[in-house]
């Protein structure tokens, strides 16, 4: 059974970086069909996919974020980590990894959710 795990800051300073690493158990982190997402949620608002590594490291963010966002992994962990620079208060949100399709159009396994505030 796969369990993923964020782990990071909880508080992040305006226009410093955040990172956030997710722990992949269970197996499974380099099988060619999934990708490995990260997806956020802010107050109040539904939730939005960042980006995704996949199982050859080829990366894919949103457009909205890629200015800002890059995803690496290390396979020796299980683990793969969002960077976002130059955050704001609006990067405010519950983030998530995720294992599913490609852009997150369907996702099977959540990892519980890190909140991560912006403030300084």
């Known amino acids: 059974q796969v369990q993923l795990q964020e782990s990071g800051p909880g508080l992040v300073k305006p226009s410093q970086t955040l990172s956030l690493t997710c722990t992949v158990s269970?197996?499974?982190?380099?099988?060619?069909?999934?990708?490995w997402s990260w997806i956020r949620q802010a107050p109040g608002k539904g939730l939005e996919w960042m980006g995704y590594i996949d199982y050859t490291g080829i990366t894919r963010y949103s457009p909205s974020l890629k200015s800002r966002t890059s995803i690496s992994r290390d396979t020796s962990k299980n683990q793969f980590t969002l960077h976002l620079n130059s955050v704001t208060p609006e990067d405010t949100a519950v983030y998530y990894c995720?294992?599913?399709?490609?852009?997150?159009?369907?996702?099977?396994?959540w990892g519980q959710g890190t909140q991560v505030t912006v403030s300084s």
């Open positions: 995720t294992r599913g399709g490609q852009y997150a159009d369907y996702v099977d396994v």
């Open positions: 269970g197996g499974g982190f380099t099988n060619y069909i999934y990708f």
